[in-house]
């Protein structure tokens, strides 16, 4: 049996149960501690899918869909309402993520960069509608300065609250999939068997992960100044 087809075996064998319940919690409260973070800095970004782009890679795509929703609802409790109908996004997310992984499209640096990228974009997609439909285009974000910009400009107010979204989107994506990717290139090889993502070795395994975050800062630096 070659060394392809070992691993192949080996990511479609059924997961230990203690594993899920040691990755499930933790990726969820990362995502809570972040998205919180990012709530009282109010930085433009959202930093609460950190933690299901690393479950969907080393536990499947609908593991990670588990942990966004208990990470919306659990956020609801602590934070207020509002981020509960967005659970939908962080499933999109994952299932991008988790697919994109159990597929094979996030082996490449340039695969992996894209697929990041497309999370952000599918996300987007489903959120439009709830920011327009369920709270009238405004959340409280950061991102609201940028749809009334768009406002201001005549711009429909789907299409405003689509460009501030796919901008914040994409940066949290790019920034979350690189933060997701270190914190897999840490963890020991026995438990990350179902990963199929960019090897880099020495410390490529640093600056890789830390060039894709400056890249979703440069986004969100880019926001900050058309916003103004």
Same mark, same amino acid.
């Given at each position: 049996?070659?060394?392809? %087809?070992?691993?192949? /075996?080996?990511?479609?064998?059924?997961?230990?149960?203690?594993?899920?319940?040691?990755?499930?919690?933790?990726?969820?409260?990362?995502?809570?501690?972040?998205?919180? !973070?990012?709530?009282? @800095?109010?930085?433009?970004?959202?930093?609460?899918?950190?933690?299901?782009?690393?479950?969907? !890679?080393?536990?499947?795509?609908?593991?990670?869909?588990? #942990?966004?929703? +208990?990470?919306?609802?659990?956020?609801?409790? $602590?934070?207020?309402?509002?981020?509960?109908?967005?659970?939908?996004?962080? #499933? !999109?997310?994952? $299932?991008?993520?988790?697919?994109?992984? %159990?597929?094979?499209?996030? /082996?490449?640096?340039?695969?992996?960069? @894209?697929?990041?990228?497309?999370?952000?974009?599918?996300?987007?997609?489903? =959120?439009?509608?709830?920011?327009?439909?369920?709270?009238? *285009?405004?959340? *409280?974000?950061?991102?609201?300065?940028?749809?009334?910009?768009?406002?201001?400009?005549? %711009?429909? &107010?789907?299409?405003?609250?689509?460009?501030?979204?796919?901008?914040?989107?994409?940066?949290?994506?790019?920034?979350?999939?690189?933060?997701? @990717?270190?914190?897999?290139?840490?963890?020991? =090889?026995?438990?990350?068997?179902?990963? %199929?993502?960019?090897?880099?070795? *020495?410390? /490529?395994?640093?600056? +890789?992960?830390?060039?894709?975050?400056?890249?979703?800062? $440069?986004?969100? &630096?880019?926001? &900050? =100044?058309?916003? /103004?």
């Amino acid at each position: 049996m070659s060394e392809t %087809q070992v691993r192949t /075996k080996r990511r479609s064998a059924q997961l230990p149960i203690t594993y899920v319940v040691a990755v499930v919690p933790v990726a969820a409260a990362l995502n809570i501690v972040g998205g919180y !973070i990012n709530t009282a @800095l109010r930085l433009p970004t959202f930093l609460d899918m950190i933690g299901t782009m690393v479950s969907a !890679i080393l536990l499947g795509p609908w593991w990670g869909a588990v #942990v966004g929703v +208990i990470t919306n609802v659990v956020s609801s409790f $602590l934070t207020g309402p509002i981020g509960l109908p967005f659970a939908v996004c962080n #499933v !999109i997310g994952a $299932l991008v993520w988790g697919y994109a992984n %159990q597929w094979g499209w996030m /082996k490449k640096q340039w695969s992996f960069f @894209l697929v990041n990228m497309l999370a952000g974009l599918m996300v987007t997609l489903f =959120a439009v509608p709830i920011y327009v439909f369920l709270f009238g *285009g405004a959340t *409280g974000h950061f991102s609201d300065v940028m749809t009334a910009a768009f406002l201001g400009m005549g %711009q429909h &107010l789907i299409v405003s609250v689509f460009s501030s979204n796919v901008l914040v989107n994409l940066a949290d994506k790019i920034i979350s999939g690189y933060v997701g @990717l270190a914190i897999i290139e840490a963890l020991p =090889a026995n438990l990350t068997e179902r990963a %199929q993502l960019p090897k880099a070795t *020495g410390l /490529k395994r640093i600056i +890789i992960p830390l060039a894709g975050v400056l890249i979703g800062v $440069l986004v969100v &630096l880019l926001f &900050l =100044a058309i916003g /103004k």
